[in-house]
């Protein structure tokens, strides 16, 4: 398994930014495709954004279309999410996700064969 690492959550407000980074200790992180998700508080967790192995392709929630843009750095291990206008409905807490296998699409949780700790993102009105 990938272990992951959130920072750069933390409190904003409405129409600010942030931008997460995720910390992979796997040295073959290259080869598997990730994904961001978050979690409301009495909510599921719920899919963000995803992003292939070489950073060829993006996929995002209909939610986050057009504010958030995701990118990886296969040469320091790191995953990024920028997120722009933020809104207070984004207030949850987001994590870093890894596909089961190298090379496995994610879309849904049930993708997901490791997970970040999550980093807390507060939208104030």
């Known amino acids: 398994q990938v272990q992951l690492v959130e920072s750069g959550g933390g409190l904003v407000q409405a129409g600010g930014s942030l931008r997460l980074s995720c910390a992979a200790s796997?040295?073959?992180?290259?080869?598997?495709?990730m994904g961001w998700f978050r979690q409301a508080p009495g909510k599921e967790r719920e899919f963000v954004a995803a992003i292939s192995w070489n950073g060829g392709n993006t996929y995002y929630a209909d939610s986050v279309k057009g504010r958030f843009t995701i990118s990886r750095d296969n040469s320091k291990n790191i995953l990024y999410l920028q997120m722009n206008t933020l809104k207070p409905e984004d207030t949850a807490a987001f994590y870093c996700?890894?596909?089961?296998?190298?090379?496995?699409?994610?879309?849904?949780?049930?993708?997901?064969?490791?997970w970040g700790q999550g980093t807390q993102v507060t939208v104030s009105s």
């Open positions: 996700a890894a596909g089961k296998e190298p090379f496995w699409v994610v879309r849904t949780t049930e993708d997901v064969g490791s």
């Open positions: 796997e040295p073959t992180f290259s080869v598997y495709n």
